[in-house]
């Protein structure tokens, strides 16, 4: 403790009038920068865990600026990234930025060759919002498409049309890519039009193609299988509906349904994307460590695990390629130009959400098999589900970080 102490008191004396021109992660000399999970390590339900306040807290100078480069990464979706910043600023009593937030949709930034291309996007909430803010120019709902082909949804009998529609106007093809943000209301309805648009190439109204050579681009936003609400057992994610897109796109085409890329904790795309923030609020200087805090094995333990081999394969072979890494997601992994990447992630697991040290889940095996959803083949290895280290809680995760980071 009095470690830390003697970090705040550097901090707030005779440096100020430097840390105010340069933001500070310039403890010890070194450019630290904190990637924080949301739920389950900030927030339970809609209130906020005691613990966190007190750590933002330590995190904040007497202006309520941040003393590193801070970045809240959640797998949430369905909400636009400015409401996610307002909602967090509120609850926690700091003031955060939109540049400050990812959610599981926000590297779709990064994508600009898709950005004028037409794509049909999935989900719920202000989804059509949220793919114009991530800069997509034309966008195609669900509703809509089913609006325009009102005989591909039968499920429902009460939804079926009564008439037989006279002509139905024709939708711009779908000719570049699906977008799926999250687990969508109506299931059945869903999973339909998206099997209908992957398998006649984006023309719904037309008769299936399976001998179709190339298959559309997917881009797929939060893969969780499951996740915790207030009922007692894990609720169904958006995981969960992939894998049953999967089931039926192989069922009637023989082949595997193949992605883009998948976004999202723990997607090395996401981390690529929040180490971007955390330099630009270190003016695009380079950071020596990055925490990464969070609350789930097999989401924020794994992906910042995964980042830091990355990063470690990166600096000791820049030019090789990234297979050792891509193994880890089964995506391949775009080459990023040449950054100034960070030296290394170090995973921080606390035990206010998902992990429960008093009742792990049963067997690791389960664990990875339950938690993350196994597309491509993927294989975990327990290295990668190995925390850097173990706290009690969100405060003691910035402690350890404001010790680790002390000059003495
Ligand atoms: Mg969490």
Request: hydrophobic content about 40%; some cysteine.
């Amino acid at each position: 403790a009095s470690t830390v102490r003697q970090v705040r008191g550097t901090l707030s004396l005779s440096n100020w009038s430097v840390l105010q021109t340069s933001p500070v992660s310039h403890l010890s000399g070194r450019q630290v920068g904190v990637l924080f999970d949301v739920d389950g390590v900030l927030l339970r339900g809609g209130s906020v865990i005691p613990a966190a306040r007190r750590a933002l807290r330590k995190l904040v100078d007497q202006n309520q600026s941040f003393l590193f480069p801070v970045v809240f990464v959640t797998n949430a979706g369905s909400c636009l990234r400015h409401h996610k910043a307002q909602q967090l600023s509120h609850l926690l009593d700091v003031q955060i930025a939109p540049e400050q937030v990812v959610l599981s949709h926000s590297p779709l930034h990064m994508m600009e060759t898709f950005h004028n291309k037409c794509v049909l996007v999935s989900g719920q909430g202000p989804v059509t919002q949220i793919a114009h803010t991530l800069g997509f120019q034309k966008v195609v709902t669900m509703e809509e498409l089913s609006e325009q082909h009102p005989l591909l949804d039968m499920v429902d009998h009460s939804r079926r049309p009564t008439s037989t529609p006279s002509s139905s106007r024709i939708l711009p093809q779908i000719q570049v890519a699906i977008i799926l943000f999250g687990e969508p209301i109506r299931w059945e309805t869903n999973l339909q039009l998206i099997v209908d648009v992957l398998l006649t190439n984006g023309r719904p109204g037309c008769v299936y193609d399976t001998r179709l050579s190339a298959q559309m681009p997917v881009l797929a936003c939060n893969m969780d299988l499951l996740w915790m609400a207030e009922a007692p057992s894990p609720r169904l994610g958006h995981g969960m509906f992939l894998l049953c897109l999967e089931s039926i796109y192989r069922k009637l085409t023989g082949r595997r349904l193949e992605y883009e890329a998948v976004l999202g904790k723990p997607s090395l795309f996401t981390y690529q994307y929040a180490e971007q923030l955390l330099r630009q609020q270190n003016q695009n200087h380079k950071l020596s460590t990055i925490y990464a805090v969070g609350d789930n094995l097999m989401t924020d333990i794994y992906g910042a695990n995964l980042y830091n081999r990355y990063l470690a394969k990166h600096h000791t072979d820049t030019m090789s390629d990234t297979k050792l890494v891509a193994q880890g997601t089964g995506t391949p992994v775009p080459v990023v130009e040449e950054f100034a990447f960070a030296a290394q992630c170090r995973s921080i697991l606390v035990c206010t959400g998902v992990y429960n040290p008093q009742s792990p889940l049963p067997g690791d095996q389960n664990v990875s098999e339950t938690m993350l959803h196994g597309q491509n083949d993927l294989k975990v290895e327990p290295d990668l589900v190995e925390p850097s280290h173990m706290v009690e809680d969100v405060e003691a995760a910035v402690d350890l970080m404001l010790q680790q980071e002390s000059p003495n």
